[in-house]
């Protein structure tokens, strides 16, 4: 089995910063992209932002420059830094992960079960 554990969500003012983690673990044999998705209230799930194997970051537009994403490859963790927050950032967020699975010829996507992020004065 495989499993993406998600911490690090809260209650922050605006303008505050959040660092949330994504941890996978399992039977792993690697892990190509890693992401974080948002979903507020009445909304569809959207992207936030991606980070290759490679490093290779892609952000929404309307976190660039305030979100910062990283890995940890051999620890298998993905990190969503978040300043400047703002009201409208309030929703769960979800980590996402394309793994290759011991024992498995094709990766597949895995999700987190979500941490509540708000931002509110």
């Known amino acids: 089995q495989v499993q993406l554990v998600e911490s690090g969500g809260g209650l922050v003012q605006p303008g505050g910063s959040l660092r949330l983690s994504c941890a996978a673990s399992?039977?792993?044999?690697?892990?190509?992209?890693m992401g974080w998705y948002r979903q507020a209230p009445g909304k569809q799930r959207e992207l936030v932002a991606t980070?290759?194997?490679?490093?290779?970051?892609n952000y929404a537009d309307s976190v660039k420059g305030r979100f910062t994403i990283s890995r940890d490859i051999p620890e298998n963790t993905v990190y969503l830094q978040m300043n400047s927050l703002k009201p409208e950032d309030t929703a769960v967020y979800y980590c996402n992960a394309d793994i290759l699975r011991s024992g498995s010829w094709y990766p597949r996507g895995y999700w987190g079960q979500g941490t509540q992020v708000t931002v509110s004065s």
């Open positions: 399992g039977r792993i044999r690697s892990i190509n992209d």
């Open positions: 980070i290759t194997r490679g490093g290779t970051t």
